[in-house]
């Protein structure tokens, strides 16, 4: 079992940037598959990014490409998700997940076994 919580959202202007932090405890997260996720008000959680165990192994939404980066450092077990050039349209609660099998990257809800609280980010126009 692990645990998972996300930190670093807020209230931006739009060209702004953030950094969100998915810290894990429980278990070793090295070998984990993370993945970001964000719902927005009346509509379905969406996917953002992921990362396999190998941080070279990465994949992202259109809509973030070019302006969203995730990384993970395994000595502090956390996965971080850097955004920049915000705009209003990326305001969302922002969840982190994980799945066991860190050889892949997953871009599907369904692939996760563990969640985070999720937080909030905010970009006004």
């Known amino acids: 079992q692990v645990q998972l919580v996300e930190s670093g959202g807020g209230l931006v202007q739009a060209g702004g940037s953030l950094r969100l932090s998915c810290a894990a405890s429980?278990?070793?997260?090295?070998?984990?598959?993370v993945g970001w996720f964000r719902q927005a008000p009346a509509k379905e959680r969406e996917f953002v990014a992921a990362i396999a165990r190998s941080e070279s192994l990465t994949d992202y939404a259109n809509s973030v490409k070019g302006r969203f980066t995730i990384s993970r450092d395994t000595a502090k077990n956390t996965v971080y998700l850097q955004m920049n050039n915000l705009k209003p349209e990326d305001t969302a609660v922002y969840y982190c997940a994980a799945n066991p099998d860190g050889r892949y990257y997953y871009t599907r809800a369904t692939s996760y076994d563990y969640w985070g609280q999720g937080t909030q980010v905010t970009v006004s126009s």
């Open positions: 429980g278990r070793p997260f090295s070998t984990y598959a």
